[in-house]
């Protein structure tokens, strides 16, 4: 089945450093993956949609210039917290959909996720 | 626009007991179902899904069943064990590409 890995899965560092979290879809291509920030307890918050060979597309309250998001090929995105401080400590998860099927039957294929820890 | 309502939770019930999840959702068209499950510090798994009126997904005893006439897709599980704790997300994706989720509602089975 459809297999989306994340990487890293745990992240402690101090504040004001740049954190890239990878995203890669395993065994199927994705034109287009999400990512999510989910705080404790809660459920998650889409955050933007990456598109493969052009710019993601950001929710209203993200800022782009802090969380920039890059998809260079069909089975990677990226997402790089920008001179991260403590507020930007999460967890963030990232998925596509891929399957069988019409594109919206298709359902979301998650990474495990990434603690990020800024101390 | 679209949306999910789940019950809110902790869900908290003793092993073997019936689970039922209440979803109803909010979309135009013909929308497909998921049911998502977070087990703690993990991501989410597909659970099951459905993607037309009165499909049935079902899987590791979970079922439910894709109601358009009372807009519903409520989790049920006849006998609920404790590896059965997690977070469940009702969702439904809409006519683009966005999938949208539930609250979720957290489910403890005590042993």
């Known amino acids: 089945g459809a297999v989306v890995s994340q990487h890293p899965s745990w992240v402690i560092c101090k504040s004001g450093t740049s954190v890239k979290i990878e995203c890669r879809s395993l065994d199927f291509q994705a034109t287009t993956m999400f990512w999510y920030r989910q705080f404790p307890k809660q459920s998650l918050m889409l955050m933007a949609t990456s598109n493969e060979g052009s710019k993601a597309t950001y929710e209203q309250g993200v800022e782009k210039d802090k969380f920039l998001i890059n998809h260079a090929s069909l089975t990677l995105s990226t997402l790089t917290v920008t001179s991260a401080h403590p507020e930007d400590s999460s967890f963030y998860i990232c998925?596509?959909?891929?399957?069988?099927?019409?594109?919206?039957?298709?359902?979301?294929?998650f990474g495990d996720g990434t603690r990020l820890s800024i101390l | 626009g679209d949306s999910v309502t789940q019950m809110e939770g902790p869900v908290t019930l003793s092993e073997e007991a019936f689970l039922t999840i209440n979803c109803t959702y909010t979309?135009?068209?013909?929308?497909?179902l998921f049911w998502y499950v977070q087990y703690p510090g993990e991501g989410l798994q597909l659970l099951l899904k459905?993607?037309?009126?009165?499909d049935k997904g079902s899987n590791k005893g979970f079922e439910a069943t894709y109601r358009k006439e009372t807009t519903s897709f409520h989790l049920e599980k006849g006998s609920v064990q404790v590896s059965d704790s997690a977070v469940y997300f009702c969702?439904?994706?809409?006519?683009?590409?966005?999938?949208?989720f539930g609250a979720g509602t957290r489910l403890f089975v005590k042993a």
């Open positions: 979309a135009t068209g013909y929308p497909s």
């Open positions: 998925s596509a959909r891929g399957g069988t099927g019409s594109y919206s039957n298709q359902p979301q294929h």
């Open positions: 459905a993607t037309k009126a009165d």
């Open positions: 969702a439904t994706n809409t006519g683009g590409f966005k999938t949208i």
